[in-house]
């Protein structure tokens, strides 16, 4: 299993050949302290890299989850909507956000891999 990182700090993961499961990273849960809330994309929704996918809310503030790559929303993580605190508690695990069908393999493959995240965390 590939995880890759966007700026906007999300990760993806790819799980067969065209489907990713993708969420917060844990910098960015960090950031934003215990999470209360998180709204989920519609599943089959059509989205563009970079679009907003859902939304995050803690007790410090909101964050718009933007998708890491183009595709199809074919599933959201019912126990995170009725349990947000997931986000903060495995946010690389059970607290991940939906599953997408990727539409262009080769956004996926132009992420930062783990060592270049880790890079732009300590610079930020």
Do not use: C
Not at 34 to 62: H, M, T
Not at 90 to 112: A, H, I, R, Y
Request: glycine letters at 8%; a negative charge.
């Amino acid at each position: 299993m590939t995880t890759k990182y966007t700026t906007e700090h999300a990760w993806i993961n790819i799980e067969d050949h065209d489907a990713a499961v993708a969420g917060i990273t844990t910098h960015a849960q960090h950031t934003l302290g215990d999470v209360v809330f998180v709204e989920l994309p519609k599943v089959g929704s059509i989205l563009r890299q970079g679009a907003v996918a859902g939304v995050v809310e803690s007790v410090k503030a909101a964050a718009d989850v933007h998708m890491p790559v183009s595709g199809e929303i074919v599933e959201v993580n019912e126990a995170l909507r009725a349990d947000p605190s997931l986000a903060n508690t495995d946010p690389l695990g059970s607290g991940w956000f939906f599953k997408v069908k990727l539409s262009d393999m080769t956004e996926f493959d132009q992420l930062m891999d783990g060592p270049a995240y880790d890079k732009l965390v300590k610079n930020a």
